[in-house]
């Protein structure tokens, strides 16, 4: 999930960290091999356990709260959808200094896909419209609210106040007039009027795995839950070119309104992203400076 802000002390993680927490709460994997995955991602940190598994393990507060999320509809989600997702393992709750619940999933296999250097692209949008639609199509009773999954009109405090931000970073080199109509445009755009539908709610490109161009597994369903079918077309300007754009859209027959509002959550991510990122995230700031490109070349 890419919510939350690393707070100013957050728990310090080291590999022996991790053997402690497996030899005391999961004694059979004691001893397997521990190491860091490397990871843009802000709001948890992973450590291979052997070949087969991985431990991850909340940085914020925030991140915490999602550990009972996915324990609570991972295992119901993972039947229902055309590619891999993570599976728990095992439920680790704090311990040796560590303040948060964290979970030990199967490891699965893959590397996460690069804008501009998608093997194909197209049929990636194809296997991406495929993952949104069978999401829409799940039924599963008393859904949480999606992160995200809300009215348009409440990000828009944020979002003009990042446009304001990246105004004063004139080396950013962002049209900030170009990105509030963007922003206006779909604030005007209809709001969605049927049933909330079932989300990931956090299609980054640091959340997909991919093997040989095509999509293998969805990972980090902390934002998971029901809302506005908006929240999912994240991989239409994070991700995709414009060709492979116009497939994903059309595979999930897009409406106009629907597409507005996508392009504008889409936006206001990545001009909230950049500014906070740039210093200290390179994979998340360079996410959002090509959001930003994609979006004004795509038009309002």
Same mark, same amino acid.
């Given at each position: 999930?890419?919510?939350?802000?690393?707070?100013?002390?957050?728990?310090?993680?080291?590999?022996?960290?991790?053997?402690?927490?497996?030899?005391?709460?999961?004694?059979?994997?004691?001893?397997?091999?521990?190491?860091?995955?490397?990871?843009?991602?802000?709001?948890?940190?992973?450590?291979?356990?052997?070949?087969?598994?991985?431990?991850?393990?909340?940085?914020?507060?925030?991140?915490?709260?999602?550990?009972?999320?996915?324990?609570?509809?991972?295992?119901?989600?993972?039947?229902?959808?055309?590619?891999?997702? @993570? #599976?728990?393992? %095992?439920?680790?709750?704090?311990?040796?200094?560590?303040?948060? +619940?964290?979970?030990?999933?199967?490891?699965?296999?893959? /590397?996460?896909?690069?804008?501009?250097?998608?093997?194909? +692209? #197209?049929?990636?949008?194809?296997?991406?419209?495929?993952?949104?639609?069978?999401?829409?199509?799940?039924?599963?009773?008393?859904?949480?609210?999606?992160?995200?999954?809300?009215?348009?009109?409440?990000?828009?405090?944020?979002?003009?106040?990042?446009? /304001?931000?990246?105004? %004063?970073?004139? /080396?950013?080199?962002?049209?900030?007039?170009?990105?509030? *109509?963007?922003?206006?445009?779909?604030?005007?755009?209809?709001?969605?009027?049927?049933?909330?539908?079932?989300?990931?709610?956090?299609?980054? +490109?640091?959340?997909?795995?991919?093997?040989? %161009?095509?999509?293998?597994?969805?990972?980090?369903?902390?934002?998971?839950?029901?809302?506005?079918?908006?929240?999912?077309?994240?991989?239409?300007?994070?991700?995709?070119? *414009?060709?492979?754009?116009?497939?994903?859209?059309?595979?999930?027959?897009?409406?106009?309104?629907?597409?507005?509002?996508?392009?504008?959550?889409?936006?206001?991510?990545?001009?909230?992203?950049? @500014?906070?990122?740039?210093?200290?995230?390179?994979?998340?700031?360079?996410?959002?400076?090509?959001?930003?490109?994609?979006?004004? /070349? #795509? %038009?309002?």
């Amino acid at each position: 999930m890419s919510t939350g802000q690393t707070p100013a002390g957050p728990p310090r993680l080291h590999d022996d960290l991790v053997r402690r927490l497996i030899a005391g709460q999961f004694p059979r994997w004691a001893g397997r091999s521990v190491r860091r995955v490397p990871s843009g991602g802000t709001v948890n940190a992973m450590y291979r356990l052997g070949e087969d598994m991985v431990v991850r393990l909340p940085l914020t507060a925030g991140g915490a709260e999602d550990v009972a999320a996915e324990r609570a509809w991972l295992p119901h989600l993972a039947r229902l959808l055309p590619v891999a997702v @993570p #599976e728990v393992l %095992g439920a680790g709750e704090p311990a040796e200094g560590y303040p948060w +619940p964290w979970s030990v999933y199967r490891w699965l296999a893959g /590397e996460n896909p690069r804008a501009g250097a998608l093997g194909a +692209p #197209e049929l990636l949008a194809g296997d991406l419209a495929a993952f949104v639609a069978a999401m829409r199509r799940i039924t599963l009773p008393g859904a949480p609210p999606a992160y995200r999954g809300g009215p348009l009109a409440t990000l828009d405090d944020s979002t003009r106040a990042a446009i /304001e931000t990246l105004r %004063g970073i004139p /080396e950013e080199g962002v049209d900030c007039g170009a990105v509030t *109509a963007v922003w206006q445009d779909a604030l005007r755009a209809p709001a969605w009027d049927g049933p909330p539908v079932w989300l990931h709610a956090d299609l980054m +490109p640091g959340n997909l795995l991919v093997d040989g %161009g095509r999509l293998t597994s969805v990972i980090d369903f902390g934002c998971t839950g029901v809302g506005d079918p908006a929240c999912d077309l994240f991989p239409a300007w994070n991700l995709l070119p *414009a060709a492979a754009r116009k497939v994903f859209r059309e595979a999930l027959d897009v409406d106009d309104a629907t597409w507005r509002r996508g392009r504008g959550r889409t936006l206001s991510q990545a001009l909230i992203a950049l @500014p906070y990122h740039r210093g200290t995230n390179p994979a998340m700031a360079g996410n959002a400076r090509h959001v930003i490109r994609a979006v004004l /070349e #795509e %038009g309002a």
